[in-house]
């Protein structure tokens, strides 16, 4: 099992930045796949950023150039530094972890960090 604590979400300016974070409670070692989420409201969960095996992190178009996905394996913590935000990235963040159990995938979500972008 893999508990996820996701923080530093807040009210911010459109232009401001924010640094999320999100700490396992095993370590990232052991999870197959990392990635961070968002829903805003009235809309479906969407994929932020996510850490690939090969290293790579692969982003959404909407936050490229913007987001910056990163880890720290040590602390058992990844992070999402948000920069130039906008109004539209407003939404509650999430947290993603898999882990495989035999032939499936289990996914755990954090309880979600809210990031509010005002004009």
């Known amino acids: 099992q893999v508990q996820l604590v996701e923080s530093g979400g807040g009210l911010v300016q459109a232009g401001g930045s924010l640094r999320l974070s999100c700490a396992a409670s095993?370590?990232?070692?052991?999870?197959?796949?990392m990635g961070w989420y968002r829903q805003a409201p009235g809309k479906q969960r969407e994929l932020v950023a996510a850490?690939?095996?090969?290293?790579?992190?692969n982003y959404a178009d909407s936050v490229k150039g913007r987001f910056t996905a990163s880890r720290d394996n040590a602390k058992n913590t990844v992070f999402l530094q948000i920069n130039s935000l906008k109004p539209e990235d407003t939404a509650v963040y999430y947290c993603?972890?898999?882990?495989?159990?035999?032939?499936?995938?289990?996914?755990?979500w954090g309880q979600g960090t809210q990031v509010t972008v005002s004009s």
């Open positions: 993603n972890a898999v882990v495989k159990a035999g032939p499936s995938d289990i996914n755990y």
């Open positions: 095993r370590s990232i070692f052991t999870i197959s796949d």
């Open positions: 850490f690939t095996s090969s290293g790579r992190t």
